[in-house]
Antibody
Framework: QVQLVQSGAEVKKPGASVKVSCKAS????????IHWVRQAPGQGLEWMGI????????NYAQRFQGKVTMTRDTSTSTVYMELSSLRSEDTAVYYC?????????????????WGQGTLVTVSS | QTVVTQETSFSVSPGGTVTLTCGLS?????????PSWYQQTPGQAPRTLIDSTNTRSSGVPDRFSGSILGNKAALTITGAQADDESDYYC?????????FGGGTKLTVL
């Protein structure tokens, strides 16, 4: 069965960086893009960007450009999301989510499987 | 930047029907935005309900349905149950990326 398992909670100081991992299993890793979505405490979901695990290409939401870097390691079927210059406003649960299908399919456009979420707390 | 709009909150009686909507601050939602819907309870990851406007995900009860109503995407719950009390999010594909609505908190009472 498809699973996305994320790394554990992190506590960081303002100005630091954090790198969250999302390990995929149960399917061919390079066939499906993976999104990153965050949710601040008591707030809604926010799309951060998407990575193609096959070639590593990325598309970031405008507000995260220069702030986020998404990478992948095909040898371990893992994608990473690194957030830099952390501020208290970056305190949130970060989710990875797999697309539903190939790029030529309408199933590409929705979030099919979700990781369990990783809480990142930014505090001095 | 275009904002995706949802009702902040909604209330429905057990057994009742409720329609949540997903609109745009400018323009109309169509199937070309590939609207999808997600249910989230506190402390849990979102659960996928509907994709591509009206396709129910595996295991989702048929009391959940998606559609386009007027100029918005819509999620209708027919015969609401107590465990439908959750936050509901829509998301639209905007061409350059995806944008979530602010979410609707549904109360069943």
């Amino acid at each position: 069965q498809v699973q996305l398992v994320q790394s554990g909670a992190e506590v960081k100081k303002p100005g630091a960086s954090v790198k969250v991992s999302c390990k995929a299993s149960g399917y061919t890793f390079t066939n499906y893009y993976i999104h990153w979505v965050r949710q601040a405490p008591g707030q809604g979901l926010e799309w951060m960007g998407i990575i193609n695990p096959s070639g590593g290409s990325t598309n970031y939401a405008q507000r995260f450009q220069g702030k986020v870097t998404m990478t992948r390691d095909t040898s371990t079927s893992t994608v990473y999301m690194e957030l830099s210059s952390l501020r208290s406003e970056d305190t949130a649960v970060y989710y990875c989510a797999r697309v539903g299908g190939f790029t030529i399919s309408t199933k590409f456009y929705y979030f099919d499987y979700w990781g369990q979420g990783t809480l990142v707390t930014v505090s001095s | 930047q275009t904002v995706v709009t949802q009702e902040t909150s909604f209330s429905v009686s057990p057994g009742g029907t409720v329609t949540l909507t997903c609109g745009l601050s400018s323009g109309s939602v169509s199937t070309s935005y590939y609207p999808s819907w997600y249910q989230q309870t506190p402390g849990q990851a979102p659960r996928t309900l509907i994709d591509s406007t009206n396709t129910r995900s595996s295991g989702v009860p048929d009391r959940f349905s998606g559609s386009i109503l007027g100029n918005k995407a819509a999620l209708t719950i027919t015969g609401a149950q107590a465990d439908d009390e959750s936050d509901y999010y829509c998301v639209l594909y905007m061409g350059s990326g995806w944008v979530f609505g602010g979410g609707t908190k549904l109360t069943v009472l």
